[in-house]
């Protein structure tokens, strides 16, 4: 395991605020891995990450548990994955997941955990969870060097917002 993190989060607009400033902060590429059970805020989350990145505010960023992958255009491609009614390796091998994964683009896979292990060494992993009513604990765990110079990045910023 790599560099780890971990933020309160007080409220759904403070977790899209996060989201947002590391939507500002990727380059395109990267790989963020989301776990938490449902409603934990994984696409809460997304939403505001999703702004970071010029995704337009006429898009209507929801989960993709239905559709598998939504495409979202801003100043990088968005590509929000989610796992969970992904029934084996060969479903998944048909979603052709590693052209999202190893493209221009930055890809947000909710059900980070169903990714077989293989697929990805390098990557941002996120676990949201509920720590009250409306309050959430998010725990960021940099796997890679790449990852916690972005982690670093988004935890200055999130000390200069204290101050």
């Known amino acids: 395991m790599g560099l780890t993190w971990t933020v309160a989060s007080n409220s759904s607009q403070q977790t899209m605020s ?4 590391l939507g500002r902060l990727v380059e395109g590429g990267e790989i963020i891995g989301l776990v938490g059970e449902l409603g934990a805020g994984k696409t809460c989350f ?3 990450f999703a702004k970071g990145a010029g995704v337009g505010k006429g898009a209507w960023v929801r989960s993709p548990t239905f559709t ?3 495409e979202y255009e801003g100043r990088v491609p968005v590509y929000h994955i989610d796992l969970y009614r992904v029934a084996g390796r060969e479903q ?6 590693r052209e999202y ?5 930055v890809s947000l896979i909710e059900w980070f955990e169903y990714l ?3 697929e990805v060494s390098d990557y941002l992993e996120l676990r949201i969870s509920h720590s009250g ?3 959430r604990e998010l725990n960021f765990v940099a796997h890679g060097e790449k ?3 972005l982690m670093q990045k988004l935890e200055k910023w999130k000390n200069k917002t204290r101050s």
């Open 92 to 97: 998944l091998e048909g979603l052709n997941v």
């Open 133 to 135: 009513h409306s309050k």
């Open 68 to 70: 598998l992958i939504n």
């Open 18 to 21: 996060l989201g947002r400033q």
């Open 101 to 105: 994964l190893y493209s221009d683009g």
């Open 116 to 118: 077989p292990a293989y």
């Open 147 to 149: 990852y916690g110079r």
């Open 46 to 48: 997304v939403r505001g």
